[in-house]
């Protein structure tokens, strides 16, 4: 948490960023910032904290898992939806008073921009440098980030390096995606790709068959591809997954008794979530120079399935 989150005036928002019905502002679970995108048929929402989209309906279906456990509250990251890890991923790299996953997800962002128009409904939200909450990274770097919905969903995350000399980050964009059965999902692309497995000391692991999701799975997947596909073979969605910025996807489920040891996951809910996330994990962080800004994101495009 930020030693003194920005005070956010709703009303104030709703001032200067409100668009008709496109982009509402209001408040959510524990009084906590929310916004409201539509477009067209779709719709999407997303909290100030931790520019946190938390549901995103794709033609009123919903794309996202979110627990019904999650705490909403500014200490912590909400549980699903799409918390955003930065400026690292993972356990910090030398410091056990750091929170895991970095300080973005629990830090209040605040509202740059809105847009509608004949594309799409958009928002771009900032942490700034200075709202840092550890001296190390005071002053060093901006996240901007920038999410667009229209038939599919658009966002980007944006680390802008305002310090003196080369900065090193990790990042991932922690999508929770909803699905039926969790043991009943393919990922096609991943057949065939080197992977860290974070469940076996990390031991670099080629995947052979089709990914299965039986128990616990946590994986880093190596010289990955532009796009992944998520087949749910119970309902026959298919969501596309375009990234770029990214050297690695990470496949997360936690399987039923790290569910369980969770207070903010619903005991059930791994059976019905599976974690794909563009990201460069701290095995290969990014380096970037003075001045200059690094940029991951992600499409998620429903695409219908061939009969
Ligand atoms: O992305 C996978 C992962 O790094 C797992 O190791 C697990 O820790 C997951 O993130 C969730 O982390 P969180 O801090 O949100 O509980």
């Known amino acids: ?56 309906m794709q033609a009123g279906e919903e794309v996202l898992w979110l627990s019904e456990s999650s705490h909403f509250n500014a200490e912590k990251a909400i549980r699903g939806g799409i918390p955003l890890c930065w400026p690292w991923f993972g356990p910090h790299e030398s410091r056990n008073d750091r929170p895991q996953h970095g300080f973005a997800r629990a830090s209040q962002f605040r509202v740059v921009n809105t847009e509608s128009n004949a594309l799409y409904t958009g928002i771009i939200l900032r942490l700034d ?47 929770y995606f909803q699905v039926e059965d969790s ?41 990955t591809p532009r796009r992944v596909t998520l087949h749910d073979q119970i309902s026959d969605r298919c969501i596309a997954i375009d990234t770029w910025g990214n050297a690695h996807f990470v496949v997360w489920n936690p399987g039923e008794s790290n569910a369980k040891a969770m207070g903010d996951f619903d005991d059930d809910g791994y059976e019905h979530m599976v974690c794909i996330e563009p990201a460069n994990a701290q095995v290969s962080p990014v380096s970037i120079n003075p001045g200059e800004t690094h940029r991951i994101g992600q499409l998620l495009t429903h695409l219908a399935i061939e009969q």
Request: aromatic letters at 6%; one cysteine or more.
């Open 1 to 56: 948490m930020l030693a003194n989150p920005p005070i956010v005036n709703i009303e104030s928002l709703k001032d200067t960023f409100e668009i008709c019905d496109k982009v509402v502002f209001s408040a959510g679970h524990n009084q906590l910032p929310r916004v409201q995108l539509t477009f067209e048929g779709h719709s999407l929402e997303l909290y100030l904290h931790g520019a946190h989209i938390t549901s995103y």
């Open 129 to 175: 440098a200075d709202q840092a909450p550890y001296e190390e990274w005071q002053g060093k770097a901006t996240l901007e980030v920038e999410i667009r919905l229209s038939d599919t969903l658009w966002m980007e995350l944006r680390t802008i390096n305002h310090s003196e000399s080369p900065l090193l980050a990790s990042q991932a964009i922690h999508s």
């Open 183 to 223: 043991r009943k999902i393919a990922i096609p692309e991943l057949t065939g790709l080197k992977y860290h497995d974070k469940v076996n000391d990390n031991q670099v692991t080629e995947q052979k068959d089709p990914i299965l999701l039986n128990g616990e799975v946590d994986r880093v997947y190596l010289n």
